[in-house]
T-cell receptor, first 114, second 112 residues
């Protein structure tokens, strides 16, 4: 009865490196959402994906950020050429379907850019 | 700007008392609201949700009230316990959309 799983839990990258964050949704869930949380703030929507499809990426920065949810395997949030401003907690949530509004969150990946 | 916000950033409550956490929203097209609890270093944990065609919904020790006239949402926690200490977020979903918009959160501290 595993919940949403994310790894790594903590990630340290130097400026200019790439960060890859992984998310495995709850069993039976085929919809994945990525959110970013800066210190002392609420979560901000980034992207919504279904298997092999990006449904809404309106919250994702146009450059350096990309996301995928392949047919097999976890969803990946990729940040290229990281900058200090990318330091944040990145949370993944999953839901059963588009008409199911409940989103269940993973423990997050805390990215620190040095 | 933010369409979901909380009235107070912090709330201190005596153990055993009831807690009330408030949230205001501005988008009349919001049709679903959800409360999350986030403990330090963890992801948001689902507490309770309510659809816009309801005024009240109860769970275990928690009640959510929705006043669409003044666009106000509240979370009531009965008999607050030390384990209730956390940051509480309200989030909304707009009709026809699926992403959640979060407020900034209220930090609840329970005094022994």
């Amino acid at each position: 009865n595993a919940g949403v799983m994310q790894n790594p839990r903590h990630l340290v990258r130097r400026r200019g490196q790439e960060a890859r964050l992984r998310c495995s949704p709850m069993k039976g869930h085929s919809h994945v959402y990525w959110y970013r949380q800066l210190p002392e703030e609420g979560l901000k929507f980034m992207v919504y994906l279904q298997k092999e499809n990006i449904i809404d990426e309106s919250g994702m920065p146009k450059e350096r950020f990309s996301a995928e949810f392949p047919k097999e395997g976890p969803s990946i949030l990729r940040i290229q050429q990281v900058v200090r401003g990318d330091s944040a907690a990145y949370f993944c949530a999953s839901s059963w379907g588009q008409t199911s509004y409940e989103q269940y969150f993973g423990p997050g990946t805390r990215l620190t850019v040095t | 700007g933010e369409s979901v916000g909380l009235h107070l950033p912090t709330l201190s409550v005596q153990e055993g008392d009831n807690s009330i956490i408030n949230c205001a929203y501005s988008n009349s097209a919001s049709d679903y609201f959800i409360w999350y609890k986030q403990e330090s270093g963890k992801g948001p944990q689902f507490i309770i949700d309510i659809r816009s065609n309801m005024d009240k919904r109860q769970g275990q020790r928690v009640t959510v009230l929705l006043n669409k006239t003044v666009k106000h949402l509240s979370l009531q926690i009965a008999a607050t316990q030390p384990g209730d200490s956390a940051v509480y977020f309200c989030a909304e979903k707009i009709r026809g959309d699926y992403k959640l918009s979060f407020g900034a959160g209220t930090t609840v501290t329970v005094r022994a």
